[in-house]
């Protein structure tokens, strides 16, 4: 607080030596000085103050230092003006420093403005007096004679605040000032800090004769705002914005306007911000700004007068075509014959008649040729004073014959004159139309309304039908008989809708099928044999199964094999249990052999093969078993060494299956059967008595031909006497005797 005091203190200093300087300025009239104006403005305002010279005499460049205090003075703007602003600089980028330099070649003389400076009372800037200082640096005239230039100080007074509501100065920035019709300017509204601006209402106003908007944008200083544009009113824009925040400086807004009159005004677009708010919700004034807009007519070069033929650039080849032929206005035509021309492959024209307006206007005289379908629409204009107005002469219409670029030429057959009868200047303005072929939305629709199809079809072309059944019921199938329309050229929108035709089934039999054992029948059914419709439904009829019979087990014998017990069905055939073979049991032939047993064989033939052949065990038993040999009598040898083979005959039949027979085996000699014979001359001597027994009385030994059997005897006395033919010459006799005799005394 004392530093500020102190400061003020100072301030008044300056401003008392300030005041003592102009008045010895003034005393010192008759030389030249460079004064700085004074001003006074409350803190917020702004204020421009001018440094002028006086008394000048062919001032040609001056430099100097204006200084100001910076801590209650803000610079907004400095710039040289009058003569010496084309080469004059300035330099604010010292702070409370404002350092100029202007130039002028011609001089100046006498009092002029040569600097001014925009000052801003700094919001927190105590009232009182600021000094503007000035030191002049250098100065000369046109003839670079340095010139002797004086300065002098101004004063800034610093008011106390008028209110203490604080008061936000918007400025204006723009692109242009000066606009033709169809150019655009941007104007925008922006502040220098915010002094804690919170809320608020922008509004521009234009002329909405001359403009119109094209945009309105919240810019970067409103980006974190909350905020509403309204644009929806002719010549106004408003913008409503809040935030929690301070709001900082810079550009808020800005209303890019186009030019639409083609007009000469000067105009301005004004912006006004209201019902502004701080972070604390106190209210703040807002000073708008008035931008000033210039509009200038377009140059327009003035343009001969012509006939020119006009039609819509668009058509379609479903509709005619109507043009008209314009004369401008001031063409002085007196008479001309003009010929319009067009394509006969694009167009057909189908009328022309002299427009409405034109047949009740005195002294006109329009005559169409009624020739007219040959590419060439012609007429003759005739006022013989001339005729000054525009005016439609005659009217066209054409019929497109299909797609592609038309365009209506005219020409001047007869070269068009004025009321002096001679020619005049007329231009030949042609129109082209791009003509197209329309689409048309062609539905067609089911019985029942269901779109089946919905396509766009070119104009005169066919549409496409969709594929539409209805399914068959119990007495009827269907036939699309057709669509209820012919759509095969079509010329606007339409629907078709399917119709059908009834028609009966034709019944077709579904033969039975009669079941098996193992797959399933079907009953007898019926179908239409044009749509396939099931008219009565076959019915599955299921399998029979098998009938099944026995197939008997066949016992195997010795010689045959036989069968397990099978099963089969009786229908079909079919083998449910199969019958597997069982093997034949073969033959078996055991037996016993008393007498000799050791190494003793048995064998069994047939027809003196070798059937089967055995060992005698040691108690003389054998068995020949699982014999697989056909039935029949074989005969059975028994041998052994130094023995009488043993011969029988055994019959085997499928009926026995086996035979058991008693064999004898003895040593050649021992004919009494004791198991012994030559061999052991003791024992011997019983088989020589024996043997001679025989001899003398043919008495066979008991032993031999006691048996019940008459076979088995037979058998025996038939081993006898081969064991009695010891010399083995066929015959029992003397001579075996002796041989015996010989035989058991050699040992
Ligand atoms: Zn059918
Ligand atoms: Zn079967």
Redesign the pocket.
Known sequence: MKLKRASQRIAALLCAAALLVNLVSTAWAASAFLRVGSASAAPGETRSVYVSGSNLEALAGVEGIVSYDNTALELTGAAMVGAFSALGTVNTETAGQVSFNGACLDGISGSQSILRLDFRVRPDAAAGEYLLGILIENAYNTGLGTVSLSGAPGVFTVTEPQTTTKTLYFYSGSSVSTLHKGEQVSITARTYGSQGLAAGKLEFRYDAALFTCVAAEPLSALSGAVKSLDTSRAGYVSAAFASKEEIPGGELLRLTLEAVADVDADTSVTFAASELYDTALAAMNGVGFTRALTLRRAEVTPETPALRVTMPAAARTNETITAVAVLDSGSGLAAADFCISYDTALLTCTGVKVSAGMESVDGVCIETNPKIDGGQVKFTFICAKGFADGAELVTMTFQPKKEGAVTLTPAITTSAVGADRRPIALDMCAASCEVKDPFFEVTFRDEDGTVLSRQSVRYRTAATPPDAVKA?DEA??YELAGWGGDYSSITADAEFTARYTA????EAVDKAVEPTCTKTGLTEGKH??????VLVEQKVVPAKGHTEVIDKAVEPTCTETGLTEGKHCSVCSAVLVEQKVVSALGFTVSGSVDGVTDNAMVTLLKDGVVAARGDVRADGGFLLSGLRIGAGTYTLRVDGGGCVAWEMPVALSDDSGSANVACLLLRIGDVNGDGTGAEDALQCTLDLQTLYDYLALRQVPGSFCDSADAARNELLVRYFLRLADVNEDGQVDILDYQRLYLLARNG
């Open positions: 068959p009827h199938h028609i009966p089934h034709t239409c044999s044009v749509c396939s419709a």
